[in-house]
C-alpha cells in the first residue's frame, strides 16, 4: 500500500509523542500540522511536517489525505465541519465533542458530504486486545458475562506541558472530567470485545480529591444489548505508581486478564485463566507495536480499500457519546 499523506489538527503531546511516531511506523507520512502555538508548529517541522497557524493553510496542502484532530474537544466540531467540507478524511480524537449537540453536528456534516471518518477509539487497535477479540469469537470464553475495566491515572492542576494551561479540567474546552476523557475508551472497547454495544448504562461520579471543578473519577455500569454486564472505573485521582490499567472478559469457559494494556503503549500482558481447572495461561501478541501504529494502518488501508470501512462508524461512535451524555444525566 503506497503511504497516506497525514495532516494532524492540534499537535499537543499525545499528537506529537504517539500520533506522529505511529504515522511513520506505519510507513505513513505526516505532511502538515495546523496549531496557532509557535512552540507546536516548530516541533512538527522538526519531524519533518510543514507547520500552519491556521487549519485553511492545512486543508490547502493538496498531499493531505487524512487528518487527525487533536484539539482539546471544543474545537473538534469546527475542525471536522471545515475538513468535512473539503473532502479529507477524518480520524478525530474522542471524546467525539465536549457535547453532544457538537456530536450529532458532527455526524451530519461527515453522512451528508460521504466522507471516511474515524473516532480515534486507538484502545481498538491493540494488539492485545485484539487477541482478546479473536479468543471471544472462537469461543474460549464460552458465554461472555462480565466486562469489568480500571482505567486510572493522576491528572492535577498542574498536568500539563510547561506555559500552556490544562485544558482537561476546564468543563467548557473539555465537557467534563475523568469521565469524559477515559470512559469513551472502556465503552466502545465492551462493544469491540463482545460484539454487542452498551445500551443500559448509570453511572456515578465523584470530585473528591482534585482542586477542579470537573469529575475526577467515576463508576460506570453498563449491559449489553445481549445482556453482558460492565463495569468501568476511571479516575483522575489515582497515583500513577498503584496498578491502574487492567481488562477482564469473564466467560463461562474461562476469564481473559489484560494488565498495562489501556493506554497509549506497546505491551502490557494477556492471560487467560481456564474456568475448569483454574490454570493461568499467558497469551502472546504483538507487544512492540502501539495502539497507535496500529490505529493509523488500519485507517489508512481502509482509505485506500473501502470495503475495509465497515469497521468505521460515526452513527455508532455517536450512540457511544449519548451513553456518556446519560452517565452524566444529560441523556
Known sequence: MDAVGWGIVG???????FM??????????????SDPNPESRAAAERAGARGHADLAALIAEPEVEAVYVATPNHLHRIAVEALAAAGKAILCEKPMAATLGDAEAMVRAVESQNIFYGTAFDQRHHPAHRTIR??????????????????????????SEAGQPNWRIDAAQAGGGALMDLAPHGLDLVDFLVGEPITDLAALTQSRVQDYAVDDGALLIGRTAGGALASLHVAYNCPDALPRRRLEVVGTKGLLVAENTMGQTAGGSLTFIDGASGRAEPLAFDADSSPFTEQVRAFGSALRRPEERAAYSASRDLHTMRLVARAYGQG
Open 134 to 159: 479473536a479468543q471471544v469469537e472462537a469461543g474460549r470464553l464460552g458465554t461472555v458475562t462480565a466486562v469489568r475495566i480500571v482505567y486510572a491515572c493522576w491528572l492535577g492542576r498542574d498536568w
Open 11 to 17: 499537535y499537543g503531546w499525545v499528537a506529537r509523542d
Open 20 to 33: 506522529e511516531p505511529g504515522i511513520r511506523a506505519a510507513g505513513h507520512r505526516l505532511v502538515a500540522v
